[in-house]
């Protein structure tokens, strides 16, 4: 059974930092591309960041030089910093897997930024 797990959402102020985590485990995550999505209220699901099976990264415009993406193989976790979080960055943040055609979700972690 695949299951996607992030953690370490929560509530940031504005110019704080966080780092979510998206445990895997049913999936041989070293071959699988991956990317944390976000979904604010009323807004459609879009990627914020990618990283493929060989780590090369990208992210949307409005989180560049304050989101980094990253993932370790051994731990079949991937992993997003976010610093110099906005009240914008508030949304739910999603895990996906991607491979062969293959997707998988996880079921979401909120990250509200609020004073």
């Known amino acids: 059974q695949v299951q996607l797990v992030e953690s370490g959402g929560g509530l940031a102020q504005p110019g704080g930092s966080l780092r979510l985590s998206c445990a895997t485990s049913?999936?041989?995550?070293?071959?699988?591309?991956m990317g944390w999505y976000r979904q604010a209220p009323g807004k459609q699901r879009s990627l914020v960041a990618s990283?493929?099976?060989?780590?090369?990264?990208k992210y949307t415009d409005s989180v560049k030089g304050r989101f980094t993406i990253s993932r370790d193989n051994a731990k079949n976790t991937m992993y997003l910093q976010m610093n110099s979080l906005k009240p914008e960055d508030t949304a739910v943040y999603y895990c996906n897997a991607n491979f062969a055609g293959n997707t998988y979700w996880g079921q979401g972690t909120q990250v509200t930024v609020s004073e």
């Open positions: 990283i493929t099976r060989d780590s090369t990264t």
């Open positions: 049913g999936i041989t995550f070293s071959w699988y591309a």
